[in-house]
């Protein structure tokens, strides 16, 4: 019984609220201030041993993302002495993947798994990363814990893909690109099999990982009209090649501004 109110205490304590943030508001201002101050001390600065940099910034960005997530989870799934999973905010979705791709990367050798990996990161996962920078309404709640950890993770993979692609982790060539973008492809196929497993054999509740869920409609702009309007597998279709050009344009201004560096 002394266990159990203390649990609920220090989760009341996690759910302390604020106003909610808005977009260009001072939250978000001042999140992406830091956000850049760390990308820049990172990028200029200087490394005795590469390797263990990368490392260190993959670790620190994948083990604080991940404990601001299972805080998320526990507060948003527990309520008045009761845990009900809260299955639409299962943290499986092309934002969430830099901390378990991160993670992974950490611990495995050079290779061509771990250049995908990072690939993916780079290329892809930034996407998310970048609309939470310009607009990141939809992710702001009252919750002063998950507002945190939404600038945590998404200006936190912002950063780390930035790193990966001027530090050279990542090659700025086509090869990289279908490297992650097969990443991509092989975590939208899990995401997929999950959206389908948990609906007809766990819970109707809403699951809809990667928002790409043949059950519900997608919850991200555009792509929840498209949905509406046409077969499911052409909007399966429509998504992978969106996000592919997605990557693509990444790609190509990550090119750009190489080219003007070496000309320097």
């Not at 948003?76 to 830099?98: E, I, K, R």
């Not at 690939?119 to 310009?134: D, E, H, P, R, Y």
């Not at 996000?243 to 201004?253: A, K, Q, R, S, T």
């Amino acid at each position: 019984m002394i266990v159990m109110n203390v649990v609920e205490k220090i989760i009341e304590f996690l759910k302390f609220e604020i106003e909610r943030p808005s977009s260009y508001g001072l939250f978000h201002i001042i999140s992406v201030l830091l956000c850049l101050s760390v990308l820049i001390f990172l990028c200029i600065k200087k490394e005795k041993n590469h390797d263990k940099s990368l490392k260190r910034v993959l670790l620190i960005y994948g083990f604080s993302s991940l404990i601001l997530e299972i805080l998320k989870q526990i507060i948003w799934s527990y309520s008045d002495g009761v845990f009900s999973y809260s299955w639409y905010s299962a943290p499986f979705q092309l934002c969430t993947m830099p901390i378990y791709i991160s993670l992974i990367a950490a611990f495995i050798k050079k290779g061509k798994v771990k250049d995908s990996l990072l690939s993916f990161m780079a290329f892809f996962t930034i996407l998310g990363s970048i609309a939470t920078i310009f607009y990141p309404e939809s992710c702001f709640v009252r919750t002063l814990l998950v507002d945190i950890h939404t600038m945590v993770l998404h200006l936190g993979s912002f950063v780390v893909s930035v790193y990966l692609l001027v530090k050279g982790d990542v090659r700025i060539n086509y090869r990289s690109l279908l490297r992650g973008f097969v990443v991509f492809l092989v975590c939208a196929s899990i995401a997929l099999s999950l959206d389908i497993i948990v609906y007809n054999f766990i819970t109707t509740d809403t699951f809809n990982m990667f928002y790409i869920s043949p059950y519900f409609t997608s919850s991200l702009p555009v792509f929840d009209f498209v949905q509406e309007h046409i077969p499911y597998i052409l909007f399966l279709l429509f998504y992978i090649t969106m996000i592919f050009i997605g990557g693509n344009f990444i790609y190509l201004v990550s090119l750009i501004i190489k080219k003007i560096r070496s000309n320097k």
